[in-house]
């Protein structure tokens, strides 16, 4: 380092700018003073580091002590450096003080101390370092095993993991972290759904699944480590009861089928889904008896408790009921099993029910996409074209019109009922007529609210010869009879009219056969009248005629068919007598050959299975050759 | 026609826009698909008829109407629209705001409008994809000139990339909606950058 430049430090002139105010006038910090710059420098002194010399050399820490002891009259910025000294100064007159008594050995001396050699027992030794070997050794056996069960576990199964099976319930349904807890969503608010039940569960980490000791072995199901907790109201099963009773029952209690119950306790999968379907049974109930109450019937419908009652025909009533049940008691549902339950369950209707409520699900959040791209997002077509195509009120009022979901599922009872009723009805009419047999078609294709049955009417044994075809649609109130001259019969929800058109029905297919057996035979009909209006009045319908006349004109059969008087069959004879007495009126005989009166057959007597074979063999006893 | 005053009553349109490019566009199109409504159906494609017409006003300022056909479902009504004067506004508006008038119309307006006076500017066709998440709507499509004019089969396309376009028309002063369309738009960050686009900047 040389010396011959002069390097003189000095502050700068200016001082630093502590701000400029909005006018432009600078304002500067003010320079400190020179006491103020001294502690300033003094306190960045660090004394802990110097009292590490002090027991070194006490003597020069001792005057530096004393000498930095001048200072301690300072001002009151001092007063951190002050007590850091005195307190040093304290230290090293305590030093000081135990040095001179050690080395003065008039009060004190110091001694190495001898230490006595420890016993050394050889069996407690070996008794501790068992114990201890012991101790050791049951450490590692317990971790041994620990990770030998865990290796178990995993390879029996993957699905025991918490994480795993944390990925599968994932996968399966809607989850989120919120903070610390996992939530799940069961609702079904992301297909559409509108209900405000917020339908969230939460999933935790179930307690160390214990050992199970089942006392067979029976190999017990796996126990999850994940635990489903469901809302309280979401918790059991639970379906909609549906059925039609003739009266009302006035039992809300409704059997629980023993299956549902039975699969309550199982795994977290089948939890949450009996979960989101008591919700789904929730908002259908939910949904149903709103539109109850604002449904305008004739007859009223009821909403009672978990029950909704409306009417469907005079008579029979639609009952739709919300059962859930939380705790699985086995005792009760032995007993509901045990008593047979007078109000069937139709599983149709809840079907077409759950149906139904995933419809509106689906329309609120399918609308149509806008066409073109820019039109108005969420408007239904009809909507849509109304302004351009200038849609007057009344079909605007027609596009806005929908069926409610308790009307539309009320349309399909009463169709259920009414398809029984018709189906019974034609059943009975079959057992009860065996003449003519009656077959009944019901087409496979039919929807929820319309079903037709095709009717065939024949003889037996003369199928071929003569069929009489009748077509029944049954809608919602009413039934519609299309029969083969293509004539229309509208018939109400009485079933009793559909028996009278089909008993009038069998009355002609009878007459029908007899006029194509004729054909057949070679008997000419005279006449054939379809309302006959001789004879006694039938109850229900018109009786029918035929007269036939043998192919060489003697002989003649009548034949009067009514739906419910049944056959009543005549014939003449041309030649009335074999024998001719010529009297005082009737002199010649060729009066004879004038077809005398109608005698009555006595039918029972007659040999064939129906009326169209018994008349054959009555039209083959009186053909002539 | 004196739209301002109907302006205040009118609907507006909240409007993001952004660009991709065709290499890309499939993998938008996936995106898009789940985040969006209705994922399990195929997405709904569009092909679109665009004529601009425009009229000029007592005061000079010309009005543009645009009138809208769908080339795929032709039965449907023609639609017509007013697009206001766009606002970008500051930096807390997430959105491009414009007043907007929609109406369904029949067929013959393009002859009601060359009668009231209007002039066909230009037209084009667009043909995309359209998208549908709650009460947005979001289009990709490409632009197509009409070359020769009046071919409606064109596939003179103007550029190599798709137009992307998320909006919501709703009534004034729903600023919510302009945050919901942001947040969507955040989620398509990687792939196409919707933002405030002003036309008039871009002249």
């Known amino acids: 380092?040389?010396?011959?430049?002069?390097?003189?430090?000095?502050?700068?002139?200016?001082?630093?700018?502590?701000?400029?105010?909005?006018?432009?006038?600078?304002?500067?910090?003010?320079?400190?003073?020179?006491?103020?710059?001294?502690?300033?420098?003094?306190?960045?002194?660090?004394?802990?580091?110097?009292?590490?010399?002090?027991?070194?050399?006490?003597?020069?820490?001792?005057?530096?002590?004393?000498?930095?002891?001048?200072?301690?009259?300072?001002?009151?910025?001092?007063?951190?450096?002050?007590?850091?000294?005195?307190?040093?100064?304290?230290?090293?007159?305590?030093?000081?003080?135990?040095?001179?008594?050690?080395?003065?050995?008039?009060?004190?001396?110091?001694?190495?101390?001898?230490?006595?050699?420890?016993?050394?027992?050889?069996?407690?030794?070996?008794?501790?370092?068992?114990?201890?070997?012991?101790?050791?050794?049951?450490?590692?056996?317990?971790?041994?095993?620990?990770?030998?069960?865990?290796?178990?576990?995993?390879?029996?199964?993957?699905?025991?993991?918490?994480?795993?099976?944390?990925?599968?319930?994932?996968?399966?349904?809607?989850?989120?972290?919120?903070?610390?807890?996992?939530?799940?969503?069961?609702?079904?608010?992301?297909?559409?759904?509108?209900?405000?039940?917020?339908?969230?569960?939460?999933?935790?980490?179930?307690?160390?699944?214990?050992?199970?000791?089942?006392?067979?072995?029976?190999?017990?199901?796996?126990?999850?480590?994940?635990?489903?907790?469901?809302?309280?109201?979401?918790?059991?099963?639970?379906?909609?009861?549906?059925?039609?009773?003739?009266?009302?029952?006035?039992?809300?209690?409704?059997?629980?089928?023993?299956?549902?119950?039975?699969?309550?306790?199982?795994?977290?999968?089948?939890?949450?889904?009996?979960?989101?379907?008591?919700?789904?049974?929730?908002?259908?109930?939910?949904?149903?008896?709103?539109?109850?109450?604002?449904?305008?019937?004739?007859?009223?419908?009821?909403v009672?408790?978990?029950?909704?009652?409306?009417?469907?025909?005079?008579?029979?009533?639609?009952?739709?009921?919300?059962?859930?049940?939380?705790?699985?008691?086995?005792?009760?549902?032995?007993?509901?099993?045990?008593?047979?339950?007078?109000?069937?369950?139709?599983?149709?209707?809840?079907?077409?029910?759950?149906?139904?409520?995933?419809?509106?699900?689906?329309?609120?959040?399918?609308?149509?996409?806008?066409?073109?791209?820019?039109?108005?997002?969420?408007?239904?077509?009809?909507?849509?074209?109304?302004?351009?195509?200038?849609?007057?009120?009344?079909?605007?009022?027609?596009?806005?019109?929908?069926e409610t979901m308790l009307e539309q599922i009320i349309s399909q009872s009463q169709h259920v009922v009414l398809r029984l009723r018709t189906m019974y009805m034609i059943d009975t009419l079959a057992c009860e007529i065996k003449d003519p047999l009656i077959i009944a078609h019901w087409l496979c294709l039919n929807s929820a609210t319309k079903s037709s049955v095709k009717i065939n009417i024949v003889s037996y044994g003369y199928e071929s010869q003569s069929r009489t075809p009748l077509v029944i649609h049954v809608g919602v109130k009413n039934i519609k009879a299309i029969c083969r001259d293509g004539r229309t019969f509208h018939m109400s929800y009485e079933s009793q009219e559909l028996r009278y058109l089909i008993m009038s029905q069998v009355s002609q297919h009878q007459i029908n056969a007899i006029q194509a057996l004729s054909k057949l035979m070679g008997w000419k009909v005279l006449s054939h009248n379809v309302n006959c209006g001789v004879g006694p009045v039938e109850m229900i319908g018109t009786a029918s005629s035929i007269v036939l006349a043998s192919p060489n004109g003697d002989r003649m059969i009548a034949v009067r068919h009514g739906p419910q008087s049944g056959a009543q069959v005549s014939i003449s004879l041309s030649p009335h007598e074999q024998d001719f007495y010529p009297s005082t009126l009737v002199k010649d005989r060729k009066w004879q050959n004038i077809n005398g009166g109608f005698k009555e057959v006595m039918w029972e007597k007659i040999e064939g299975k129906n009326l169209v074979s018994k008349i054959e063999y009555l039209m083959a006893c009186l053909t002539n050759f | 026609m004196n739209l301002e005053s109907t302006r205040r009553s009118a609907q507006q349109e909240y409007i993001l826009q952004g660009s991709i490019v065709n290499d890309s566009c499939?993998?938008?199109?996936?995106?898009?698909?789940?985040?969006?409504?209705?994922?399990?159906?195929?997405?709904?494609?569009?092909?679109?008829?665009?004529?601009?017409?425009?009229?000029?006003?007592?005061?000079?300022?010309?009005?543009?109407?645009?009138?809208?056909?769908?080339?795929?479902?032709?039965?449907?009504?023609?639609?017509?629209?007013?697009?206001?004067?766009?606002?970008?506004?500051?930096?807390?508006?997430?959105?491009?705001?414009?007043?907007?008038?929609?109406?369904?119309?029949s067929s013959n307006i393009c002859t009601f409008l060359s009668e009231m006076g209007f002039k066909l500017d230009y037209e084009y066709i667009s043909k995309g994809f359209i998208f549908k998440k709650g009460r947005m709507k979001v289009t990709v499509s490409k632009i197509f000139r009409l070359l020769p004019p009046g071919n409606v089969n064109t596939d003179e396309h103007v550029s190599q990339s798709y137009l992307v376009e998320v909006s919501v028309v709703a009534p004034t002063g729903q600023d919510a909606l302009a945050e919901e369309i942001r947040s969507f738009a955040e989620q398509l960050k990687p792939l196409v950058q919707l933002e405030k686009i002003d036309p008039r900047r871009l002249q």
Not at chain 1, 360 to 369: F, G, K
């Open chain 1, 1 to 302: 380092m040389s010396l011959s430049v002069n390097v003189s430090l000095e502050t700068a002139d200016e001082y630093s700018v502590q701000e400029i105010t909005y006018d432009g006038q600078e304002k500067y910090t003010q320079p400190l003073s020179m006491s103020e710059n001294l502690t300033k420098l003094a306190q960045r002194i660090d004394f802990s580091r110097v009292n590490n010399y002090d027991d070194t050399e006490p003597e020069k820490s001792d005057t530096v002590a004393e000498e930095k002891e001048t200072l301690q009259s300072a001002v009151w910025p001092w007063e951190s450096v002050r007590n850091k000294l005195k307190s040093a100064l304290t230290e090293l007159c305590v030093l000081l003080d135990d040095m001179n008594v050690a080395k003065d050995k008039r009060y004190l001396v110091l001694d190495p101390v001898s230490q006595e050699p420890s016993e050394f027992k050889p069996l407690t030794a070996l008794v501790a370092r068992k114990k201890a070997l012991a101790a050791s050794a049951a450490i590692i056996q317990n971790g041994v095993e620990f990770l030998k069960s865990h290796q178990n576990d995993a390879t029996r199964s993957r699905a025991m993991d918490f994480h795993s099976e944390l990925m599968t319930i994932r996968q399966n349904w809607r989850m989120k972290k919120v903070g610390n807890t996992i939530l799940g969503d069961l609702s079904y608010r992301s297909v559409g759904s509108r209900y405000p039940h917020p339908g969230s569960f939460e999933v935790t980490k179930a307690p160390t699944p214990q050992p199970i000791t089942s006392p067979s072995n029976v190999p017990s199901p796996r126990a999850s480590s994940l635990k489903v907790t469901v809302a309280s109201d979401l918790e059991g099963v639970s379906y909609i009861h549906v059925n039609n009773d003739t009266l009302a029952s006035g039992d809300l209690s409704i059997p629980l089928p023993p299956v549902a119950v039975s699969s309550l306790e199982s795994s977290w999968q089948q939890k949450l889904e009996n979960a989101q379907n008591v919700l789904f049974c929730k908002e259908l109930f939910a949904q149903l008896a709103r539109e109850a109450v604002q449904l305008q019937l004739p007859i009223p419908t009821l």
């Open chain 2, 26 to 105: 499939e993998i938008l199109l996936h995106r898009l698909r789940g985040l969006c409504d209705n994922g399990d159906a195929a997405p709904e494609t569009f092909k679109d008829h665009e004529y601009v017409y425009t009229i000029r006003q007592p005061n000079g300022q010309p009005l543009t109407l645009r009138v809208r056909q769908s080339l795929e479902k032709k039965d449907y009504p023609w639609h017509l629209r007013y697009l206001g004067q766009p606002e970008i506004g500051d930096k807390n508006r997430a959105t491009l705001v414009r007043s907007c008038i929609d109406v369904a119309c």
């Open chain 1, 304 to 402: 009672i408790g978990n029950q909704i009652i409306a009417t469907l025909f005079p008579g029979v009533q639609l009952s739709i009921g919300l059962c859930h049940t939380t705790v699985p008691n086995k005792k009760t549902t032995e007993k509901q099993q045990q008593t047979p339950s007078r109000n069937e369950h139709k599983p149709v209707l809840e079907h077409s029910l759950h149906q139904l409520l995933r419809e509106i699900h689906y329309n609120s959040l399918h609308h149509p996409m806008p066409h073109p791209a820019t039109a108005t997002l969420g408007i239904s077509r009809k909507m849509y074209f109304a302004g351009p195509e200038a849609y007057d009120r009344h079909t605007l009022m027609e596009a806005c019109k929908s």
